[in-house]
């Protein structure tokens, strides 16, 4: 089924970067991340390409990109495994709901409010996951804290990722439409 929605709207090369993508974007939460974070803010590369993505192109495929970068991050983590890629998937389905029939995309603004906002509720259930599983945290209140200014930072960093998200979906349908791919 997902892969015949992606033959349909871009081909075998928007199904390629649909893996590529969320597996770079773990990849780099737990190597470049660490290096560029403000005091404990950082930005959720998972969530910034997934939530991107649902804005550009809709929810159908961005869930994916959620679960696979989500999963992949429990993986290099050590956290409790699916929980980052659980918590993913509400709010990233949550902003790519629209009808995608609209001539207009998104204003990059309004988009990059949406990743941050997604973002933010997307930590926030994190953190609530690895509190029920049992899972140590020093402190809810400083973890909630951070969530929020990562959920920020992440918002930030959509500035300039979903107009990209933006331009590579229409090249990848116009492509997928050509038969190019």
């Known amino acids: ?3 015949a929605t992606w033959s349909r709207e871009g ?3 928007r199904f390629a970067l649909g893996i590529l993508i969320p597996l770079a974007a773990a990849l780099m939460q737990g190597t470049v991340v660490p290096l ?10 998972p969530i910034l390409v997934a939530g991107s993505w649902a804005v550009a192109a809709g ?5 994916w990109w959620a679960f696979l970068g989500g999963l992949a991050t429990d993986l ?3 956290g409790p495994l699916g929980a980052f890629a659980l918590a993913s998937l509400p709010p990233v389905a949550a902003i790519g709901v629209r009808d995608r029939g609209l001539q207009r995309a998104t204003p990059v603004l309004v ?6 906002i997604a973002a933010l509720f997307a930590l926030l259930l994190y953190v609530g996951i690895v509190v029920a599983a049992g899972q140590p945290i020093a402190s809810v209140p400083l973890a909630v804290g951070a969530a929020a200014g990562s959920a920020v930072y992440t918002g930030v960093l959509a500035l300039a990722i979903y ?7 229409r090249v990848t349908e116009k492509q997928g439409a050509l038969g190019v791919w």
């Open 1 to 3: 089924m997902a892969a």
């Open 11 to 13: 081909g075998t090369v």
């Open 36 to 45: 560029v974070a403000i005091g404990d803010a950082r930005p959720s590369l």
């Open 59 to 63: 929810a159908r495929e961005a869930v």
């Open 76 to 78: 290099l983590s050590g």
């Open 111 to 116: 988009g990059a409010l949406l990743v941050g």
């Open 163 to 169: 107009p990209a998200a933006r331009l590579l979906r």
